[in-house]
């Protein structure tokens, strides 16, 4: 059966719920100090319509960092399209993607791990992105156990990890990448089997 198409209003009060909510949560001091109600009253919509459209908080969550991720998705996709990159280089770019998403998006990607249905490793976006990172990966001579290896370097990407260092312990956010780059360099050793 064909899907009928989005009315109108409904699409505008979903642009304007979205919009909303990545509005506060850039601007909050902390993900939760951003409410359902908050959204509604920013977006201009009754709290009932956040519920019908998105489920719950983390469905909304989800779906503002759904509208955001075309950036970062264009990113790995030129890091996985550098066939003169080798695989430890693409890894870098991978995880350096993700890190500069985490940075700027840190409140949203903190409320997002919240979010998590019982942890936040069963979010979607996390799957995607431990696939994508295990398969490059693999890629890599010298590395054991690439399910293992891409939690772990995951780990150290973490949005609370990432907003406890820059905004806990004032840590520049390069000097934060640089880190990132040579901590990944030592756990990737010298590429010999």
């Not at 409140?107 to 791990?113: D, K, P, R």
Request: aromatic share 6%.
């Amino acid at each position: 059966m064909a899907q009928r198409p989005e009315r109108a209003d409904a699409q505008r009060n979903r642009e304007a719920v979205l919009a909303a909510a990545d509005a506060l949560f850039a601007a909050s001091s902390s993900p939760h100090g951003v409410s359902m109600d908050d959204i509604a009253a920013a977006a201009g919509v009754g709290k009932g319509t956040l519920f019908r459209r998105f489920g719950d908080r983390a469905g909304l969550i989800g779906a503002v960092i759904a509208s955001r991720l075309e950036p970062l998705s264009q990113a790995v996709r030129e890091a996985q399209d550098a066939a003169a990159s080798s695989p430890r280089e693409r890894v870098l770019k991978l995880l350096d993607a993700s890190l500069r998403f985490k940075i700027e998006n840190r409140n949203l990607m903190v409320a997002a791990e919240d979010a998590g249905v019982s942890s936040p490793y069963q979010a979607g976006h996390y799957g995607w992105w431990h696939g994508t990172l295990r398969a490059e990966l693999e890629q890599v001579p010298g590395v054991g156990n690439t399910d293992f290896a891409a939690h772990a370097l995951l780990a150290a990407i973490r949005a609370d990890l990432v907003t406890h260092l820059i905004d806990g312990q004032k840590m520049a956010p390069e000097a934060l990448r640089s880190s990132l780059a040579a901590y990944v360099d030592r756990v990737l050793g010298t590429g010999s089997a």
